[in-house]
Nanobody
Framework: QVQLVESGGGSVQAGGSLRLSCATP????????IAWFRQGPGKEREGVAA???????RYAESVKGRFTISQDNAKNTMYLQMNNLRPEDTAMYYC??????????????????????WGQGTQVTVSS
């Protein structure tokens, strides 16, 4: 069982920044995807950004140029730096992981069904 623990959520005004963290031992595996998802009120869960063990990344169009995903294997932590936040970014943010059985063959996905380990989430609220 792979645990993921998110932190760093909070309330900010539009245009502000937050950095989310996800502590997880997934980095002890050779091949993996790890990603951020979010779910706003009355909305379906959607992928935000993902990174793999080769450091390849994928972003949702809505956050490109504003959010940056990164990982620090030495600290067993993944980050999501969120800049220029908008009210529509308000959501519960989850980190998720998938352990791969082989080397990375394609970019990490932003499909929730592809991930089988999930954290409990951290709330981000952006006011206008």
């Amino acid at each position: 069982q792979v645990q993921l623990v998110e932190s760093g959520g909070g309330s900010v005004q539009a245009g502000g920044s937050l950095r989310l963290s996800c502590a997880t031992p997934v980095f002890t595996y050779n091949n993996y995807y790890i990603a951020w998802f979010r779910q706003g009120p009355g909305k379906e869960r959607e992928g935000v950004a993902a990174i793999d063990s080769d450091n390849d990344t994928r972003y949702a169009e809505s956050v490109k140029g504003r959010f940056t995903i990164s990982q620090d294997n030495a600290k067993n932590t993944m980050y999501l730096q969120m800049n220029n936040l908008r009210p529509e970014d308000t959501a519960m943010y989850y980190c998720a992981a998938k352990i791969l059985s082989s080397v990375v063959l394609r970019l990490p996905t932003l499909v929730p069904q592809d991930y089988n380990y999930w954290g409990q989430g951290t709330q981000v609220t952006v006011s206008s």
